[in-house]
């Protein structure tokens, strides 16, 4: 079963409470996203510890049944 994207955003929020979160669907099939993630939280990350910061937050549903998610993490600017 396919998942939402206002799910993916509440996991995230959830986890990462102050992230700003862009969710869109690239194929129409509720299995392929695009996330946008920024957030004060990932200050001094490296984009890998980032990226595994989001998806600890989608709680084992990549590569179930959220497919695929192309994933873009950062800081606010300043």
Known sequence: MPM???DIEALIKSAIPD???VIRD???????YAAEVV????RGMSR???HQMVY??????MGGVLH????QTGVPDA
């Not at 695929?68 to 994933?71: D, I, N, S, V």
């Open 19 to 21: 992230a700003r979160v």
């Open 48 to 50: 890998v510890q980032q």
């Open 39 to 42: 957030s004060e939280s990932f």
């Open 56 to 61: 600890r937050a989608l709680e084992g549903r």
């Open 26 to 32: 690239l194929a129409g099939d509720g299995d392929h």
């Open 68 to 71: 695929a998610l192309a994933l």
């Open 4 to 6: 939402d994207a206002n």
